[in-house]
């Protein structure tokens, strides 16, 4: 199916894109919505560090601001550029600075990675979803469209308690 614009709905479980672009959508809930679960013991470990209460509280939040400032510029990039290489760039970047809280000596530095996380998460998000619009047209476009929103949200439901479950 590879080059292949798919127009029929029934076609969409039998295109592997579609698969990676549905598992790529769950990921831009992650960025949030793991690290909640962890954040009373993030700051208890930092409990010494300058202003850990403040900078703990804002692990949360952080990858939103990068994507709410590098969305419009990675969706630039990827029309420039191409989709699919900022797509994996994306998810490249996403398990890097996702997982990087895990070796990082102090609040500050994981704060940077998950300052780019958020920018993972708006390459990841701009280019899936342009790529549903390259890749899929009539019903199956719109079926992708509605998938896309269903496998956020079961991502986000998976994800959570997941993360609530693992620190229980």
């Not at 292949?4 to 919505?33: C, E, F, H, Y």
């Not at 560090?49 to 990675?74: D, E, G, M, Y």
């Not at 070796?103 to 390459?123: F, N, T």
């Amino acid at each position: 199916m590879s080059g292949q614009i798919v127009s029929g709905s029934d076609a969409i479980w039998k295109d592997p894109r579609a698969i990676a672009l549905l598992l790529a959508a769950t990921l831009t809930i992650m960025a949030n919505a793991t690290i909640s679960p962890a954040l009373p013991g993030i700051e208890a470990e930092f409990v010494g560090s300058p202003n850990a209460a403040l900078l703990t509280r804002f692990l949360v939040p952080a990858p939103s601001l990068s994507v709410l400032i590098c969305a419009p510029v990675a969706g630039w990039l990827a029309d420039r550029y191409g989709r699919r290489w900022m797509l994996l760039l994306g998810v490249v970047l996403f398990a890097v600075s996702g997982a990087a809280g895990l070796i990082l000596p102090d609040l500050p530095s994981i704060m940077i990675s998950r300052l780019l996380l958020g920018v993972a998460v708006a390459m990841i998000m701009t280019a899936q979803t342009a790529l549903i619009g390259d890749y899929f047209v009539g019903d199956a476009r719109r079926n992708m469209m509605g998938l896309q929103t269903s496998s956020r949200n079961f991502g986000g439901l998976l994800f959570i308690t997941s993360a609530v479950a693992g620190w229980h």
